[in-house]
């Protein structure tokens, strides 16, 4: 093996091994959806997304390295707003406000809950991201949850009033997979 092949190699290994450590998607969160008629759906192996109904539990499960994360999640209480609250509230750039109520609790090893974990995504695939409207409260903070604790508040999107037929709310995997759509609730 030649000098350039050598350092082909170690690079190749460096970027994997970087890659693993920082984040990059593995696939492997799970998820499922429990409530409403009290039924469990067990999300299909390709892809690991499960769709439940605004109102239900969906739990995502992720094991890395022997650390297995399990944390359930559950987003309620879908309620439109035409302005924030408060004397300068501010209207909705692209209809309406569309705040919903969130919930996470942290079954087993840790979990980095956070409103950016969530979008808005319409029918047709247009994805809106959380909207700055501070007067909704109390609002979802990003924190770190350990087994056993919880969190709770209030993610808003700005989305126009078309986009909510069909729409869904989505969540993010956990860990590795931060980055990748693990579940859907249904409007």
Not at 40 to 51: C, D, F, K, L, R
Not at 136 to 144: G, I, Q, R, V
Not at 159 to 165: E, N
């Amino acid at each position: 093996m030649n000098r350039k092949q050598l350092l082909l190699t170690v690079a190749a290994t460096l970027a994997t091994a970087t890659m693993l450590a920082c984040g990059a998607g593995t696939g492997d969160t799970s998820s499922t959806v429990s409530g409403g008629d009290g039924t469990s759906v067990q999300a299909a192996p390709e892809p690991t997304t499960a769709v439940g109904k605004v109102g239900q539990t969906i739990t995502l499960t992720n094991e890395l390295l022997g650390d297995k994360t399990i944390v359930d999640v559950t987003v309620t209480n879908p309620k439109q707003h035409t302005k924030e609250p408060g004397s300068y509230g501010s209207k909705p750039e692209k209809g309406v406000f569309l705040v919903l109520d969130v919930t996470a609790v942290c079954k087993q090893g840790s979990y980095h809950s956070n409103p950016f974990n969530f979008k808005f995504v319409a029918k047709d695939g247009t994805v809106f991201e959380q909207a700055f409207a501070i007067g909704f409260k109390p609002e979802l903070h990003a924190t770190d949850l350990a087994a056993g604790q919880k969190t709770s508040g209030k993610i808003v999107f700005d989305v126009s009033k078309a986009a909510l037929t069909g729409g869904r709310i989505q969540i993010d995997g956990v860990g590795l997979d931060a980055n990748t759509p693990a579940a859907y609730w249904v409007l």
